[in-house]
């Protein structure tokens, strides 16, 4: 009996012997492994903080002059605010209670690197940025550091962050697109002749990386890509790519707009004989031609796009009626973004508090961009949130239309 018991209580020793071997794993440690972050419990507030940040360049103009005309370089930073005060209005009259701080980005003297170092972000629940790459990772880095929430409103660069639970890209990646119109082309031409022309250039060579290593969409079985030496296809090359026994659909990696349109006109050439529909980048949506019939007669051309703003819908039309009482005129695409950037955080703080973002997937309070906000991960770590969010867009023959 004495032997067992020694014997269990050996046991036991080295049970706990081992169980004290092995490192102990923290909760945070533990959901960071398992693909999610444990954020702090949300803290409601009755007011809350918001900075928004925009480049306005009011120190590069003269305003004792009396200006007849906003400089042109000024617009894109002016519109965003106006979008941004559109909203304000709207949210406050709503009865949402917050207090709004605009910085000018580009200010000499509290420019984004000064604004950061003065402290006057420390306090903010929320910073939303019309931003430059340079500046992003700087508010990037800031947002991280304090654990407070900075939404990139424009641009659709992640600023190489990783591992960043409080950074959130509204503009979706070009990765994004690629994976949209590679679903498109898999689900609808997967037995076509699928041919990806690029450039040898940063952003072609990142496209034809991101289609060929699409964990999500296999490449289709007749799959085949043609790298542009200049600025001009040789169609006799890509011909030599088709099996005429099967229709054609081209993908074209260019993101230079006009290099694009170039390279349609070409393969619009050749598009009736071998049933040729092309997927361009998005891009192609400055290529204004591809609404005018006869441009394409025989060519469908697609892009993707977060951005559709229907001009008759009651929400783009109150938009457009309080932008042209405040600047005469009707609105850009840049009003419209920063008038969602701020009326959709600013109803998630509203109802979750500090912080938000167990819940940023809510896709109640979008109010013309259906947002679809995706925490993006590597290995198991979460890097950041992005808006997936598309919009696959079809011109044929001068028709636009999209799903």
């Known amino acids: 009996m004495k032997y067992s018991l020694f014997f269990l209580s050996l046991l036991m020793f080295s049970w706990l012997a081992n169980a004290q071997r092995k490192p102990m794993i923290s909760e945070e440690d533990e959901n960071k492994q398992s693909g999610y972050f444990n954020y702090p419990e949300p803290e409601k507030k009755e007011r809350y903080k918001i900075a928004v940040l925009t ?15 906003i400089p042109k370089f000024m617009m894109p930073g002016i519109d965003f605010y106006q979008g941004v005060s559109i909203a304000a209005d709207t949210l406050k009259n709503q009865g949402v209670k917050f207090d709004l701080y605009i910085y000018d980005s580009k200010s000499d003297y509290l420019n984004v690197k000064n604004l950061i170092a003065s402290d006057k972000l420390d306090s903010m629940d929320l910073i939303i940025g019309n931003a430059s790459v340079s500046d992003l990772g700087l508010l990037a ?117 006009g290099i694009a349109y170039k390279t349609l006109k070409k393969l619009n050439t050749i598009a009736k004989r071998f049933h040729i529909k092309v997927y361009c980048m998005p891009t192609a949506e400055a290529i204004k031609s591809l609404g005018k019939v006869d441009e394409f007669p025989d060519m469908p051309v697609f892009y993707t796009t977060s951005y559709i703003i229907d001009k008759i819908t009651p929400s783009s039309m109150y938009i457009g009626r309080e932008y042209k009482k ?14 969602e950037s701020l009326y959709f955080f600013a109803k998630l703080l509203n109802r979750y508090g500090v912080p938000f973002n167990d819940h940023i997937s809510d896709n109640a309070y979008t109010f013309i961009t259906p947002y679809k906000i995706m925490p993006v991960r590597e290995n198991k770590t979460l890097n950041f949130f992005e808006n997936k969010f598309l919009y696959l867009v079809r011109y044929e023959n001068g028709v636009v239309t999209y799903e």
Do not use: W
């Open 55 to 69: 480049p306005l360049y009011l120190d590069s103009v003269d305003l004792e002059k009396n200006l007849t005309r």
């Open 141 to 257: 880095d800031f947002a991280k550091s304090k654990k407070i929430n900075f939404v990139s409103a424009v641009s659709p660069s992640d600023a190489n962050q990783s591992d960043n639970p409080y950074f959130t890209i509204l503009q979706p990646r070009l990765i994004s697109h690629i994976e949209k119109m590679h679903y498109s082309i898999n689900r609808k031409y997967a037995d076509n002749n699928v041919i990806f022309i690029n450039k040898k250039s940063g952003g072609a060579s990142n496209a034809i990386n991101y289609f060929k290593n699409d964990v999500v969409n296999p490449l289709p079985g007749r799959f085949s890509e043609y790298e542009m030496t200049g600025d001009d296809l040789s169609i006799e090359d890509i011909i030599l790519k088709i099996d005429s026994n099967y229709n054609t659909c081209i993908v074209l990696g260019i993101l230079d707009a």
């Open 326 to 339: 405040r600047m005469g005129t009707a609105p850009t695409d840049i009003v419209f973004k920063g008038f």
